[in-house]
T-cell receptor, first 115, second 109 residues
């Protein structure tokens, strides 16, 4: 198993550009989520999905869109990048909801710089 | 809103020392608590998960305890090694995971 994979590893954008961060898992996990990690602020939940076709907002959803057309993939879209979105983005998956007895598996992260 | 705090933010110890990392949270209505390890430039690796009904979990040289009523958890690392150097994060689970900001550990050979 590859686990949770993320592409790209690093990306530089100009303000106003759009892009999609890719996330895939091969563990048949229902629950997938996106976090951003900023210095001094820990990881904050952006969006999550409890299964194909079902998504919901987390703590900091503004400026980001998600969709879940398959169990394996959970892309994160930045519609119009802003410098405040400079961060490290992590995708995670687990077999169940955060509230259940489940361990989350994390991808290696995507470092995004918005100029 | 759940607030998770980890103190200290950074810790440096000589090899072989036993150490304790602390995690506190404001809302005791949690399902579980997890400790993660993060190496520089890498993702998070789960170390231990404690259910809200449990008091502690052990894995090798690691022991995590949970006192839900007081909103505290500790991660005990025995006989520390340079390979333990990393950032350790705790996360509590309610309707979502809430993460602390982590403790950066350096074990000096």
């Amino acid at each position: 198993n590859a686990g949770v994979t993320q592409t790209p590893k690093f990306q530089v954008l100009k303000t106003g550009q759009s892009m999609t961060l890719q996330c895939a898992q091969d563990m048949n996990h229902e629950y997938m989520s996106w976090y951003r990690q900023d210095p001094g602020m820990g990881l904050r939940l952006i969006h999550y999905s409890v299964g194909a076709g079902i998504t919901d907002q987390g703590e900091v959803p503004n400026g980001y869109n998600v969709s879940r057309s398959t169990t394996e993939d959970f892309p994160l879209r930045l519609l119009s990048a802003a410098p405040s979105q400079t961060s490290v983005y992590f995708c995670a998956s687990s077999t169940g909801l955060a509230g259940v007895q489940e361990t989350q598996y994390f991808g290696p992260g995507t470092r995004l710089l918005v100029l | 809103k759940q607030e998770v705090t980890q103190i200290p933010a950074a810790l440096s110890v000589p090899e072989g020392e036993n150490l304790v990392l602390n995690c506190s949270f404001t809302d005791s209505a949690i399902y579980n608590l997890q400790w993660f390890r993060q190496d520089p430039g890498k993702g998070l690796t789960s170390l231990l998960l404690i259910q809200s009904s449990q008091r502690e979990q052990t894995s090798g040289r690691l022991n995590a305890s949970l006192d839900k009523s007081s909103g505290r958890s500790t991660l005990y690392i025995a006989a520390s090694q340079p390979g333990d150097s990393a950032t350790y994060l705790c996360a509590v689970s309610g309707n979502q995971f809430y993460f602390g900001t982590g403790t950066s550990l350096t074990v000096i050979p």
